[in-house]
């Protein structure tokens, strides 16, 4: 393993002279309790309990597993292989686009904090039992560990494929390749919810809303005030903000 200390020195920018343009496209009323985010369609997933809910369009499928019990999180990128993680059994459920089962697994030999799409058909996580990170190889149902062990708590993650992405609970940042090479970023700005599209994210703090540049290093406030911020999903320069009874989606012009 090889660590990168790529230590970003420079300070974040927060700028109230420059503006972000951004329109309110719609604005729907929901009544679920989770929001997980939108695929490359524009379908929107929900959850309630160990329910899990696609909304097209013109239609809305369901599926619910009373097996592995409530939902811990939704992978949506990839719509013919949306992943639904059940933390609490340890299990994931794989479903193409018409919500039937494709796979379903429960580890016994790692127990997963997190997991996340990888390429080549495989899937990210960190194991609490061995304190590591590792590729779970979906074809030959093998896992590999790629790092020293590391004890933390991660307060949110993400991926790019050829990356895996951690924010540790003192916002700290930092990321993992399928080499284990580590490489140390900046330190993220406190936050409530938070979301990353390439170069770019979104993060809510006490309700109020943030545009940020990450190559550089810009912090820009939106002027978006919506109640009871639970969830915001950010992907290519389209704002998804879920409350406790609405969907508000915008579209943010650099």
């Known amino acids: 393993m090889r660590v990168l200390f790529l230590i970003i020195l420079s300070i974040w920018f ?20 989770n929001f997980w985010g939108t695929d490359i369609s524009g379908n929107n997933y929900f959850s309630t309990g160990n329910n899990l809910y696609k909304v097209t369009k013109s239609d809305t499928l369901n599926y619910a597993n009373n097996k592995y019990g409530k939902i811990s999180g939704v992978e949506t990128f990839n719509m013919l292989q949306t992943i639904v993680f059940y933390k609490e059994n340890n299990a994931f459920v794989l479903l193409d686009a018409q919500f039937n089962e494709i796979n379903t697994t429960l580890f016994t030999d790692i127990n997963c904090e997190v997991l996340k799409p990888a390429s080549q058909n495989e899937l ?94 810009l912090i820009v406030p939106l002027n978006i005030h919506e109640n009871l911020i639970k969830k915001v999903f950010f992907k290519d320069g389209i704002l998804s903000i879920f409350t406790d ?6 579209q943010i012009k650099k």
Not at 15 to 30: G, V, W, Y
Not at 245 to 250: E, G, K, N, W
Request: net charge neutral; proline share 2%.
């Open 124 to 217: 990210w996580f960190y194991d609490n039992f061995s304190q590591k990170f590792g590729l779970y190889n979906l074809n030959s149902n093998k896992f590999r560990l790629l790092n020293n062990p590391m004890t933390l708590k991660i307060k949110h993650c993400y991926s790019d494929y050829n990356k895996l992405y951690i924010i540790k609970d003192d916002f700290t940042y930092f990321s993992i390749d399928k080499f284990g090479n580590l490489e140390y970023k900046s330190v993220i700005g406190e936050f409530n919810q938070i979301s990353f599209s390439d170069q770019e994210c979104v993060y809510t703090s006490n309700n109020e809303v943030f545009y940020v540049d990450i190559s550089q290093l």
């Open 245 to 250: 009874s609405q969907l508000i989606t915008y």
């Open 14 to 33: 927060t700028s109230n002279a420059q503006k972000i343009q951004f329109e309110k496209l719609e604005t729907k009323p929901t009544k679920f309790e």
